[in-house]
């Protein structure tokens, strides 16, 4: 590695168990995935964002999907676009293409659509079956409806997930990060909310949203360099992996 | 498409007389540009922003422009470009250059300069005489000037745009969509001028410039997923497109 | 150049000595870095920001320096990775192993470290004997430390570093351009502290780091289209030298 004189902290190495990034691709061209791929032992999952998959050839996206597994990470759908075939009463078709085209991740949420605990789990246990590391995600896309999950239904669902199968567990804070999950309307981290979390759910199960690198910084310095991180914008991946290796200034000396 | 299974909503197609998607090109490389080409089903033209084409070579700004047409999409300059040129007294060689480059479309604006309604509907005739497809631009760039114009002084320079000859009207936002036109100062929607403007100008003439996502879900839910948009940025088409088609958490199941 | 028809204020060209471009490349690919240098002409320095440099392969930055250079940019660090080597007792080996790998460019800073002026002086002689152009960075990265620096303090080591040899002085801001320096929380530029650093360090060997557009802009009115400006991201290049040069709506008909 390049400047390899300079001691950097050690942290978990892929295959990781704990103290994995999640990107956020919600639509990149192929330059920018390959360049992309320079980051690569720096993300351990990818996930193609919401409908995204849906605008483009077939052929495109088995070619990114491809590249990315040729590159260890881990390639899924965003929660909503299972949302969508669950609502077209489509979910087994939705699971067997995904798994046709490459995907070995699919996220299992309940953001827009009511979907029960129980049904949520059930949903889990089928796609764990055929295959797929399956991540749950909790907590709403829409503010307000977010805000009426209170902090023991948030813990009860996860342990529901993690039950049946889920491999991690998602805090939903979308792409903007405010006003949801462990995020107050500034952005800034309700830490009550997340030491809660934390504790009952268990820090390597966790995986936080945190699109902004406030919220990067503040989740690495309260728990540490390998805690489970989302959404992270492509440009933002080694970025983060600075802070938490500690060679930024928000987190050196702080680690 | 890949994911085909899932059911989207239908919209206008290419060649699209209303629900166009006009991006903003403020200086991309071609790598970038190849990228953004796996998006050109959803763009229907591609503005190069302000003076930006004016820091490259011919030889790029041929490149691009070729590129882009090749994947039907009209192209062609920012206003405030022709009002830098109108003030050069050089309008008539910045039309000739331009069609000599290849654009296909003019984007003509007073948004600094001052310029009758009478001299812009010339001006507008002169571009569509030439066979240019002509974008007028309504709205002033500076918010102190911008917010002097009475909701019914817009609509009055709109009609004689589109009676003069242009295709649509562009309702200014520039880049950053707040404080001008339609926005207030956080960038929110202003419902009652965004309605008497397409009650009166035609919602089909419009084009709103929404450069943020929470407007373009707004304009989306409210006009329908065939809103004019404008001032998208590349890596926003494909985030886009998903509103439009009800396949982001913002629209599923509202339009 | 493209639409050369069109007249565009003059102002210093490459190399040069003021009116300086710096642009924060915060680990890009090799596509992003390719597409930049379409934009060479107007960047001066690339600095490889923070610890960035050292998550990669010494391949690829080799590949990166060399391109940068082959393009008449300065390529070297950003502080906090001279600041981590200092701390690590390894400055020796960290500027040996910064020449051997193609840089001919050192930023030297204390924005986390304490380092006292005349200890900063030390080091920017030892870099600058190395044959390095030498930038100094005046500011605390943390906001509650930064205010504490009268711009008394400012000035005086600004002309300390200066006399010891450094070719210009950065003004402090990182990558949010907030609460920093010349900045209030907003990011709004504090036009007296802005002017006191130009009259007593001098217009031409201050560089502003200025991340944002209305930063940019206001710099550009008040002090000229050859202010020195830094942070400026990949690709707000252009955008940038459109302000400069009076073709876009925030600068035309003001310089």
């Known amino acids: 590695m390049a400047f390899d004189i300079i001691e950097i902290l ?5 295959p990781r168990q704990k103290g994995l990034t999640m990107v956020l691709d919600k639509g990149m061209g192929l330059y920018q995935a390959e360049d992309l791929m320079e980051a690569a032992p720096y993300i351990d999952i990818i ?3 919401w409908g995204t998959p849906r605008l483009f ?3 495109l996206i088995r070619k990114k999907v491809a590249l990315y597994k040729k590159n ?7 929660g909503t676009f299972f949302e969508i075939a669950y609502t077209q009463k489509k979910t087994n078709a939705f699971f067997a293409y995904a798994r046709d085209i490459g995907f070995n991740l699919l996220e299992i949420s309940n953001g827009v659509i009511p979907l029960s605990a129980s049904d949520k789990a059930e949903v889990i246990r089928h796609a764990k079956k055929m295959g797929f590391l399956v991540i749950s995600e909790v907590g709403k896309k829409e503010p307000v ?6 902090v023991q239904e948030r813990i009860a669902e996860a342990q529901s997930d993690l039950k049946a199968g889920a491999g991690h567990v998602i805090i ?3 792409e903007g990060g405010k006003s949801l999950g462990i995020y107050d309307e500034a952005g800034g981290v309700r830490e009550d909310i997340a030491n809660s979390l934390a504790q009952e ?4 199960k966790i995986m936080f949203e945190a699109p902004e690198k406030n919220q990067q910084a503040y989740l690495i310095v309260h728990f540490g360099a390998d805690v489970n991180l989302g959404n992270i914008r492509p440009d933002e991946v080694i970025p983060l992996e600075t802070l938490r290796r500690g ?3 928000d987190t050196f000396g702080r680690l």
């Open 10 to 14: 050690t942290r978990s190495e892929k």
């Open 47 to 49: 996930k193609l964002g």
């Open 57 to 59: 050839s077939e052929q």
């Open 72 to 78: 260890d990470i881990y390639v899924g759908n965003g």
């Open 145 to 150: 409806e977010d805000r009426k999950l209170t």
């Open 172 to 174: 939903e804070a979308r």
């Open 201 to 204: 759910i268990g820090l390597e």
């Open 247 to 249: 060679i930024r200034g």
